[in-house]
């Protein structure tokens, strides 16, 4: 299907763009993409040559790939699913190569995340309201817009294929109107449409909104949840950028427990924050032993930075203290991971209780989820940890004042892993922030009360929002008085390898995915007084 052009697909500020892959093309015919290793279709010229043939006379076949695409934005949008968990699944079910995988995935993610962007440029070239359109017909559309707007696909291709899948799987009619939209979207680069759709907007929250595809609610919360943790304003453009690439895939080695040596002799280079860690080079990690045995686990660095944050802490026990002290460190403690599924923090933690002689107990109320975080745990020895499925608003008083060291890790809107859940900027609302405020104070509350005097609770959140983060600390510490504040940022610095991550702001920390390439990822360090 594809024909060759001129390649070429620069850099810019926008959706997510294709980055500059290896140009080896895969050379089958048919429906076969020349797509190189990383899925991309190569070629990609600026020239629009398109096939004189009409809609009708195109490609009436589905090229798999594009149709896995199709079939993940139909389950997000219809069936309200998660791309992440379907996307595996129907590229299993299509049977699809390493390199077809590849593109499904940058075809489906990246129309997924823009959809802010395409859906503004779309609206110029359909004569209604694109709430009037079928569903399907609109998600196809978005489909073609990512190929023509931010990948590297010959524009003949991602009109001649996407027109063959619609007429495949929607009908002759709508391919028609998908034909002729499309048509107008490859009139112009995805540069050129936003110079023309901005030009005269004078709002900066709706140029940012359109321009890196984020709802306009979420780039208010951004610009707040910058200046809430001591950051220029300025960042917003940088941070709302990252979300749109897609992240790195770190592993963290058990510590005592498992080896990143054949994750490094595999292609993963050694993580530069923090201890254990490494950089996946991508491709299947169940190809790696260590990670099919539990001892290597997928973990993002700012998980793995707040897990051992906490477990660092000097206590001031006899036995208590940093890592550094080795295993007589934190001997005969009692660790609560609150919220723990599905259980990469409590896999951590676990293991660094195990190696310095303390143990675990991982709460988490949803049956499958703790099922999740008893599977985490695995490959940790089994004197080391208990998984309690429950609600964690009951521990505080079922288990009062019983635990050296907390993590409550409360449930929170993710918007600091926006780059991890393509689909979640859509779905989420100002609502989740006011719905979530009470559960996470509820649990703070019961993680305050299960920790002994003398103890300290890491309260953590996926999310940089000062409605979840500072206002639910902040409210905490004025309804008592036996609470102080540890130096967040400092805990961070003393478990990072770099020594100054510059996340601390007024005694909490954030992480960033545009400074530090983490999810943002909030940590306060709680001690009660003794
Ligand atoms: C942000 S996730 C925790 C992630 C986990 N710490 C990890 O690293 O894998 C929040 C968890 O809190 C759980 N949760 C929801 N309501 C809860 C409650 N009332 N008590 C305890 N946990 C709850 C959710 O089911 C979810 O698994």
């Not at 077809?100 to 940058?106: I, K, L, N, V």
């Not at 924050?273 to 991508?282: D, F, H, I, P, Q």
């Not at 032993?289 to 897990?307: N, P, Y």
Request: glycine letters at 10%.
């Amino acid at each position: 299907m594809s024909e060759s052009g001129t390649s070429g697909s620069g850099r810019g500020r926008g959706p997510q763009r294709a980055g500059q892959g290896s140009q080896r093309g895969d050379q089958r015919g048919g429906g076969a993409s020349r797509r190189n290793a990383q899925g991309r279709e190569r070629n990609r010229g600026p020239q629009r040559n398109y096939t004189e043939n009409a809609p009708s006379q195109r490609t009436r076949r589905a090229d798999p790939a594009r149709l896995v695409a199709f079939e993940v934005l139909r389950a997000v949008a219809s069936e309200d699913a998660y791309a992440n968990l379907v996307l595996p699944a129907r590229i299993r079910h299509h049977g699809l190569d390493k390199r077809d995988a590849g593109f499904a995935t940058e075809l489906s993610y990246g129309a997924l995340r823009g959809q802010g962007t395409y859906d503004a440029v779309l609206a110029r070239c359909v004569d209604r309201p694109l709430d009037r359109l079928d569903p399907a017909v609109l998600d196809a559309l978005r489909i073609g817009a990512h190929q023509l707007l931010a990948m590297r696909v010959p524009a003949h291709a991602a009109l001649d294929q996407t027109v063959g899948l619609a007429r495949a799987v929607i009908g002759a009619g709508p391919s028609t109107l998908i034909n002729a939209v499309l048509r107008k979207v490859s009139a112009h680069t995805l540069e050129d449409w936003l110079e023309l759709l901005l030009s005269n907007e004078t709002d900066a929250t709706k140029v940012a909104s359109v321009r890196y595809a984020h709802p306009e609610w979420i780039v208010r919360a951004f610009r707040q949840s910058l200046v809430a943790h001591g950051r220029p304003v300025t960042e917003i453009d940088d941070l709302l950028e990252a979300d749109n690439a897609a992240p790195v895939v770190n592993l963290v080695a058990l510590p005592g427990l498992g080896s990143l040596d054949e994750a490094l002799e595999n292609g993963a280079s050694a993580g530069e924050l923090v201890e254990g860690s490494a950089l996946s080079s991508g491709g299947d990690l169940g190809r790696l032993s260590s990670v099919r045995e539990g001892t290597t686990r997928v973990q993002d660095v700012g998980s793995q930075l707040v897990a051992r944050a906490l477990a660092a802490v000097d206590l001031g026990n006899e036995n208590a203290g940093t890592e550094n002290l080795g295993t007589a460190a934190g001997k005969g403690e009692s660790w609560l991971d609150l919220c723990a599924g599905p259980g990469g923090k409590a896999a951590l933690l676990g293991a660094l209780a195990h190696q310095r002689g303390a143990t675990l107990l991982a709460n988490e109320p949803a049956p499958h989820r703790a099922k999740l975080v008893r599977q985490a745990l695995g490959a940790v020895p089994k004197d080391a940890w208990q998984v309690r499925t429950g609600d964690g608003r009951e521990v505080g008083t079922e288990q009062a004042e019983s635990f050296d060291r907390v993590l409550v890790d409360v449930p929170c809107t993710g918007l600091g892993a926006l780059r991890r859940r393509p689909e979640s900027r859509w779905r989420r609302t100002p609502k989740d922030l006011t719905d979530l405020g009470p559960l996470q104070r509820e649990l703070l509350k019961s993680a305050l009360d299960a920790v002994k005097p003398g103890g300290v609770v890491a309260y953590v959140t996926c999310s940089p929002h000062p409605a979840e983060t500072t206002a639910v600390v902040s409210d905490a510490l004025r309804k008592r008085d036996d609470l102080e504040l540890l130096d967040a940022g400092s805990a961070l610095d003393a478990v990072s390898l770099t020594g100054h991550l510059h996340a601390g702001h007024e005694m909490t920390a954030q992480l960033w995915p545009h400074i530090h390439r983490t999810d943002a990822m909030f940590l306060a360090l709680i001690h009660k007084k003794p």
